[in-house]
């Protein structure tokens, strides 16, 4: 029998096995002697050992030359780690920190056999990042010691570390393993036994999303990773991060998370498993969305879906006049934007007083780009000098380019595109800023659907570099190959997308920020929680929530009702939560209090 927890003192984890050396494995194990602990690595595979102790050199040799340690240090460090390919070599261990394959039979032989070896006080952590821990406890005779330690890879790096606890784990060992992460450098996030937990359970449906729009062939790869690192600040677009993580794991994650959860957005793509049984793993196989300079190499290497340098793009269209039609920030941001490059613009609004209250704001931003040295003031001056601002859209009658950044709500789109088509030249084309709603459904307002197509800029527009260029079944090639051009001019990165609710960045955005309210409305974790987890392990600029009181709970329940009703997965259906909060008047920072509450100005 286990010695009762409460009968003996926890151990201060002076020397920690880690089982299993593979990438993760061998991090965490330099994550540890650098932080002065004796560190037991095992593995069944004595080249896996070797390898490690290879890694933990090559990692303190650069160290030196960085002068992050001196060579005393190096040596202490390197001495500190000494490898096994016994389980029983963790038998003096005060921690164990289990990093085996994603199996439940792999995972739960290991649990058992260190049953056996280690002394009752030890505490036993799995590093799995999918799999059930209660389960895993459930095998153990000391299940009140079993929780999991779910680090990010690199380990070395990311800060983020999930402690995982199952209904059988006690407080102590969940306060002695927080304790040591927090002694590691690291951030500690509690959370409890879920499918993923936080930060996997929210990136890996992103991730398989993605993979499934790209299979479905709505989108370029190219251009599903450029529009998500543009358009939401991501470090690495989600099939290039799916080629990292590799493909075959990926898929073994979202199995096992489909087996808890039974949600359809967890299920694994088809294309996960069809690349994983070809050995198209990723960068470790040298190819798997992309194609890699050789096995290992993060270079990508062009290959027969690389598209070539300048498409195949019918003739454009001469656009030199551009008209904004809208009075609000997107507006504003845009006209700025195409008065930057060069273009002729005329801002037109509802009303004269409001159209020149756009041009002030734009006044005003430029001479903040000169303030911070951006631009000068005479560049500032000719820059504003190309906006004309009108009360009428009468004012769009020679325009080549018209552009509505109106209300998003379609009756109004509707008819301000059928206004359009009466005022704007033959020839002219005419452009939607819409997030969410139908292209096509804006060009069957008008006479001349071949000449309508979307422009999705993002907010700010003079800062955001991705446009979404939205072709209906309806838009003509030279329309879209003059907007392809406009958007090069207006040094904006164009990505390709067919019409259907979300785009890109929105159908993939959004299920993810609905997911974290779930985890929430739940009480699964916490706002700070969830914002920490995927900002530190996900490398998000902002968390969910932060992100979603920024944009308007409002704007976000409107995205996601739109991306249900046209899916029509249950997944999708906004969070109950998100619609409470929207009906109480509580939608972000607008009003002062959305998720979180903000000081009035």
């Known amino acids: 029998m286990a010695t009762p927890l409460s009968d003996t003192p926890l151990s201060p984890f002076k020397t920690i096995a880690v089982v299993g050396l593979g990438t993760m494995g061998t991090g965490i194990a330099e994550v540890l002697t650098r932080a002065g602990r004796e560190v037991i690595g095992i593995d069944v595979d004595e080249a896996q050992t070797a390898r490690c102790v290879a890694a933990l050199d090559a990692a303190t040799a650069r160290a030196v030359e960085r002068e992050r340690l001196t060579e005393q240090e190096r040596a202490d460090v390197v001495a500190r780690l000494r490898t096994s390919t016994d389980l029983g070599a963790a038998a003096e261990a005060d921690l164990v920190i289990e990093v085996a394959p994603e199996s439940y039979e792999i995972k739960q032989e290991i649990f058992r056999e260190l049953d056996r070896i280690v002394r009752p006080e030890t505490i036993l952590a799995t590093g799995t990042n999918a799999l ?42 969940v306060a002695a393993v927080t304790d040591l992460a927090i002694e590691l450098g690291k951030e500690p996030v509690s959370v409890g036994d879920r499918p993923g937990f936080v930060a996997d359970g929210l990136l890996f449906g992103y991730l398989n999303q993605a993979a499934a729009m790209y299979e479905a062939k709505y989108a370029s790869r190219e251009d599903i ?29 979202l199995e096992a998370m489909y087996a808890e959860s039974h949600d359809r957005l967890h299920a694994p793509a088809p294309i996960l498993k069809q690349l994983s049984e070809a050995g198209l793993t990723g960068r470790k196989a040298g190819r798997g969305f992309y194609t890699y300079e050789a096995p290992g190499s993060a270079t990508v290497v062009r290959d027969a879906l690389t598209p070539r340098e300048g498409g195949e793009l019918a003739e454009g269209r001469t656009v030199s006049s551009v008209g904004v039609a809208g009075s609000g920030t997107m507006a504003s941001g845009i006209a700025e934007v195409f008065a930057k490059a060069g273009f002729d613009v005329v801002l037109a609004a509802r009303s004269e007083a409001k159209a020149e209250a756009a041009k002030a704001f734009i006044g005003k931003s430029l001479s903040r780009s000169v303030a911070k040295g951006r631009m000068t003031a005479e560049a500032a001056e000719e820059t504003l000098g190309r906006i004309t601002p009108a009360g009428s859209y009468d004012a769009f009658a020679e325009v080549d380019l018209a552009v509505e950044a109106v209300a998003e709500d379609l009756e109004i789109k509707q008819q301000l595109f059928a206004a359009l088509d009466k005022v704007c030249k033959p020839g002219a084309i005419l452009a939607t800023t819409t997030s969410s709603l139908p292209v096509v459904a804006c060009a069957r307002a008008t006479t001349r659907p071949q000449d309508v197509i979307g422009m999705h800029f993002f907010n700010p527009a003079p800062a955001m570099k991705l446009v979404e260029v939205v072709r209906t079944v309806l838009t003509g090639d030279d329309v879209h190959a003059t907007v392809r051009e406009v958007c090069a001019r207006i040094r904006k990165h164009a990505v390709d997308c067919g019409d259907r609710a979300g785009f890109i960045v929105n159908a993939l955005l959004f299920p993810y920020l609905n997911n974290a309210i779930k985890m929430v409305q739940d009480h699964y974790a916490t706002l700070d929680d969830i914002d920490a987890a995927m900002k530190l392990g996900g490398g998000y600029p902002m968390g969910p929530f932060e992100l979603l009181d920024v944009v308007g709970l409002d704007v976000s329940l409107a995205i996601e009702q739109v991306l249900h009703r046209e899916f029509r997965d249950p997944g999708l259906a906004p969070a109950p939560l998100l619609e409470h909060l929207v009906a109480a008047g509580c939608l972000g920072r607008k009003t002062g209090r959305g998720f979180r509450e903000y000081a009035r100005r």
């Open 132 to 173: 059930s821990v209660t389960r895993l406890a459930a095998e153990s005779q000391r299940p009140e010691r079993v929780l999991g330690v779910h680090f990010f890879n690199p380990a070395q790096q990311m800060r983020l570390v999930e402690i995982v606890s199952s209904v059988l784990t006690s407080p102590n060992a």
């Open 225 to 253: 990773d450029a529009a998500m690192r543009l358009g939401c600040g991501l470090p690495m677009g989600p099939l290039a991060l799916l080629d990292l993580i590799g493909i075959d794991c990926a898929s073994r994650v």
